[in-house]
């Protein structure tokens, strides 16, 4: 038993493995760490744009439903907003009730409009909430 631990021993002692030149190391190193910092940099910016482009699309619809709202509200009750122009009863019946169909139309838009931007701002919140744990495991 005492001769394996010496032979062992003497493996162990004998074995000087090449770790190769340090400031070559050190420059692979740099550069590694240099392309994660550029990475941790370009997914800040393209949230930043996610960002921007939510709030710039919830300003627009809000600014666009409220324009259509107004011109829909405007019209004097008994004028039509659109018009055919064509005396057949399908559009007629669209004609005549062309003020109940666009503010129900307007409506499903601007709900369907302010759910997608809630998801968009939700997923958002997740790549923030992702990318975001990244800075506080560093330990630098």
């Known amino acids: 038993m005492m001769e394996q631990k ?3 021993q003497e493996l162990f002692n004998g074995y000087t493995p090449d770790l190769g030149h340090e400031d070559l190391f050190m420059q692979h190193l740099e550069k590694k760490l240099q392309a994660v910092e550029y990475i941790k ?4 910016r393209q949230l930043r744009r996610y960002r921007y482009a939510i709030i710039a699309a919830f300003r627009m ?8 709202l107004v ?3 405007d019209n004097p009750i008994g004028q039509p907003t659109f ?3 064509i005396h057949s009863l399908p559009f ?3 004609e005549q ?3 109940m169909i666009s503010l129900t139309g307007l409506s499903l838009l601007m709900g369907v409009g302010i759910v997608v931007i809630i998801t968009l701002w939700q997923e958002l919140a997740s790549m923030h909430e992702l990318y975001g744990k990244r800075k506080t495991d560093l330990p630098c």
């Open 6 to 8: 010496d032979t062992l």
């Open 41 to 44: 940099q370009m997914q800040d």
């Open 61 to 68: 619809g809000v600014i666009v439903s409220g324009g259509l």
């Open 71 to 73: 011109y829909i509200m």
């Open 83 to 85: 018009s055919f122009g």
């Open 92 to 94: 007629l019946f669209l």
């Open 97 to 99: 009730n062309s003020r």
